[in-house]
């Protein structure tokens, strides 16, 4: 019965401390322009990003934002790939 129970234990152990590993993830940023004619393309950046998958997409989408200038809109949205 020992045997069997720390085994179960040993099991439990190795997937809480894998669920937690950090790895490397992508983070992938669209920014476009809006308001008038003549603005540039989406521009698609993607940059890495170590941690754990929570704090990875809490960093990664914490770059999401929106600027208005004028009448020119520019919209940066993050998602983690």
């Known amino acids: 019965m020992k045997f ?3 085994t179960v234990l040993l099991l439990v152990v190795m997937t809480a401390v894998f669920s937690s590993c950090t790895r490397e993830f992508v983070c992938r ?3 476009s322009y809006s308001g008038q004619p003549g603005l540039p393309e989406p521009v ?3 940059y890495p990003v170590t941690d754990t998958k ?3 997409k809490s ?3 914490g770059n999401s934002d929106s ?3 004028g009448n ?3 919209l940066e949205k993050c998602e983690l790939y």
């Open 4 to 6: 069997r129970l720390s």
């Open 67 to 69: 600027l208005v200038t």
């Open 44 to 46: 698609v950046e993607e």
């Open 59 to 61: 960093v990664c989408e």
């Open 54 to 56: 929570s704090k990875a």
């Open 29 to 31: 940023c669209t920014i």
């Open 72 to 74: 020119i809109t520019t």
